[in-house]
């Protein structure tokens, strides 16, 4: 897949005229929004579907073990959850590349 400067370079050495270049550019921006759309929809319903299975996931444990301490269980998924928001944020600092080229 070609980027965006060999894209530009490529139309300029072809000496194309000054509206497919504009008309490359703008299509270039739609599709980069659309495809930054579509990547945040793709986000939220996942969160939204891992959510909603930890909270059946909580019933079953709360109903098979007779729990006492739903605080306890909350609180357990809270640092696990944070734990995993850091362990990402290190890695898409690590690998800054392969995060900025999707």
């Not at 050495?13 to 929004?33: P, Q």
Request: hydrophobic content about 60%; proline content about 2%.
């Amino acid at each position: 897949m070609l980027g965006k400067l060999d894209c530009i370079s490529v139309l300029r050495e072809s000496k194309a005229d000054s509206f497919s270049v504009i008309s490359f550019v703008l299509l270039w921006r739609f599709l980069t929004r659309v495809l930054f759309r579509v990547r945040v929809t793709l986000v939220i319903s996942f969160y939204f579907l891992i959510s909603l299975g930890l909270v059946f996931l909580n019933k079953l444990v709360m109903d098979q073990l007779d729990l006492p301490y739903p605080l306890f269980l909350t609180w357990e998924q809270f640092l696990a959850a944070f734990l995993c928001i850091v362990v990402f944020v290190w890695l898409g600092q690590m690998y800054v590349h392969l995060v900025t080229a999707f």
